[in-house]
């Protein structure tokens, strides 16, 4: 990793910019799912499920050991600190939610009828939306904060 001027090591913008990308991808692609509710691609269904919970733990282990560190200590306020608390909480509420979508998607990708459209889309609405607010928190507060413009 690269070290900046006070020999910190640099938090890479390219990295959060790419884990955002990839993020945004996934809300995409559920959020087509949910659109086309009841008649569901099941191939779109496996593939989004089987890459939803890597994607989210790779990303929130990478953001909890280099980029929430960064931000806490660019400012050193309790701000920063409160903010970082509930970042953190917010990744176990994805991931929690990202192993139910999983499971449904699954189900269904196997063959499962979809038996509760609204429900389902709701739920998947519920989910990207809530991952969408997160990305747009990090690009607004926490990249600026350490150096990194990430205007999607």
Known sequence: MLADQSGREAVPGAIMKRA???KLQLCDALEKIADALPG???LQCLGTANAIVPLLRN?????????????????????NLASTRRLRAEHVEDECFASEVTEILLAIGHGKTVENAEALGFMLR??????????AFEREHVLPAIGIIDRG
Request: glycine share 8%.
């Open 20 to 22: 955002h990308g990839q």
């Open 40 to 42: 569901v691609d099941r």
């Open 59 to 79: 990303i929130h282990q990478y953001e909890e050991t280099i980029v929430f560190p960064a931000y806490e200590a660019a400012a050193g306020s309790n701000a």
């Open 126 to 135: 519920g989910f990207f939306e809530s991952m969408r607010r997160h990305i």
